[in-house]
């Protein structure tokens, strides 16, 4: 099976184009890629973004690294977790609250993106944001679902996060 | 027209063979077809078709001495050679059904082997039908610029050739009776008499044009008809599919020109890929005589006629897609027994992409794919060439990763763009605007990405109208089809070895 990285179609292997959308599949989207070990901290905030592995085991572990943060936050997405700013005058409260991190400054929606994880996939979607959510520079189009990799960049508006899987 | 496929070649032994040789190679290939051809594969049933009349030439002790007699006087051979290049050499066991792709291409003898001896003759002649719509709306500058090009074209025969012209609408005349093309200024005059009006019924017009390229009908002519029209035709399709799978048993091809935007594309595809025509689109009227004249250039350089190919899989694989591409990109009908593919040129090869899926958890080791049949007449020696080839993949737990051959990612990529319009139109025609807007906005983005930018433009065009109307616009509908399939033929255009 290859998931496309653009569309999220399951493609049967031997495609090389994905039969739903058309786009190249990348090679390391195959299954059989290994997981990309980072060795360190360091490492992981200066990666750029490459391609890496999509694929999820049952122990993979979520980590949503904030730029100049001290510790990533440990995403525990079961199904589908959204991203946002809490607002308690009305009572909102996102599953990854991003306040903390000066998502009211940067320009971080309520509701701004959600991430989803399916069998062995973890994809993200932009929920209607006003300041965009950005995975590796590039803008989303709302409610359309598009593939997380290991080591990914994300921007909530002006904030800059970094995906990994370990 | 006779047409025998080599009944050594195709029970691969040789033509000194005994009998006992030849009942043994008959009862493996027979045991092989036999369980393909139980589960209904069309390729199948075709070649178990082959390899019986092959053994009923060659073990009836008199057909087989008049065949050896009637080849040893033909001048040595020249022929062609096929050579099948699988997408991966080794595959990976999965617990999932995957999917192969092979690139089938058909090499012209003369060009396989350049330093051969003598150079191959070129006089194959023409009989050339043109069956020209003058319904109403071919009116004005459509049946002008048709005109000019009837004549161009027959400037451009031979007396070596002959042609025929038919003129329709509600009904057919023969504008032209078939004849070899010596008065030159008399036949250009005689399309000039042909007036706008009335409706289109192409079947009669088709059927009259059959009647004209019958009359000449010879297996060292390149035996075509090319037939143009503006117009829908109403209820007579099917009379029209029938008469087509006829001529591809004759030996005649039929390629369909559609001007403007008012016809129906997915019939006159089918008319063409049915016989082994091509089929296109000629936008504006003004282009109407460079694409005839094209049509016809391309005809007279042709090596090989009545190219043949039969795919029989084994019974767990499927044969998912067959398409040309090259020369003249044209999908072909995976579902026919034997599947047509019209002319081969001179030093041009010819190649066809199969896609087949393989089934889950097959065993790891060599694995049976199936057997590919070429055939065709080498017009210059009038005798039907044939080439076979028993396709197999390796089986692994853990191949190591290879690159794809670039030729066939190259093709795989322009092929992907013609898919997605089809796939787009799918979408359409079952009421999903939204994911058909998606596709089109894939479409408009991949074909940026390869450098076509104007065709781009078609696409994003047709996406603004698509939002609005819900629908595509026919010219753009076609541009879009059509061009996409242009570009799939510009990969290698066949030149490269």
Known sequence: MIVCSNCTYRNREGYFYCE???FP?????????????????????????????????????????VTDAKSPIQLSVVARSVVGRED???????DIDLVPYGGLEKGVSRNHAMIQRSEDTLTIVDMGSSNGTFLNGQRLVSNQPRVLRDGDEIRFGKLVTRIFFK | MEYIYDPYVLLGVKPGADNQEINAAFARLQQALAPSEAKGKPGAIAQ???????????????????????????EPGTGFQMRVTPSKKVIEKLEEPQVIYLLAEIIPHSKASPDSAAPV?????????LILDHSNSMNGVRLDRVKVAATEIIEQLSENDILSVVGFNDHAEVVIPATSVENKRALATRTRIMRASGGTEMYKGLYAGVLENRKNLRPDRVNHIILLTDGNTYGDQEKCLTLARKLSKEGISVSTLGLGSEWNDEFLDEIASITGGSSGFIKSANAVVSFLN????????VYAE?????VAPTPDVDVEMTFKLAPSPQPLPEKDQVIHLGGMQFERKMSVLLQLQIPAD?????????????SGRVISEKRVYTATSQLSVQVSEQPSVEPPPNKILDALGKLTLYRMQERANDSIERGNVKEATQRLQNLATRLLEVGQEGLAKEAFDEVKRLKTTHALSEEGRKTLKYQTRVLIGEVDGGKDG
């Open chain 1, 20 to 22: 739903d959308c058309g």
């Open chain 1, 25 to 65: 599949l990348a090679d390391s989207m195959r299954d059989r890629t290994a997981t990309r070990q980072l060795d360190s901290e360091e490492n992981v905030l200066s990666a750029r973004a490459t391609w890496g592995t999509a694929r999820l085991t049952d122990a993979s572990q979520i980590l949503l690294q």
């Open chain 1, 88 to 94: 308690v005058s009305s009572d909102h409260h996102p």
């Open chain 2, 48 to 74: 178990l078709e082959q390899i019986k009349a092959a053994y009923a030439l060659l073990s009836d002790s008199r057909k087989r001495s008049a065949f050896d007699r009637q080849r040893a006087s033909d």
């Open chain 2, 121 to 129: 003759r070129r006089d194959a002649g023409l009989n050339l039908t």
């Open chain 2, 294 to 301: 094209n049509q016809v250039k391309n005809l007279s350089n």
């Open chain 2, 306 to 310: 009545q190219m043949q190919l039969t």
């Open chain 2, 362 to 374: 097959v065993e790891v080791g060599t694995l049976d794919l199936g057997r590919v049949v070429v």
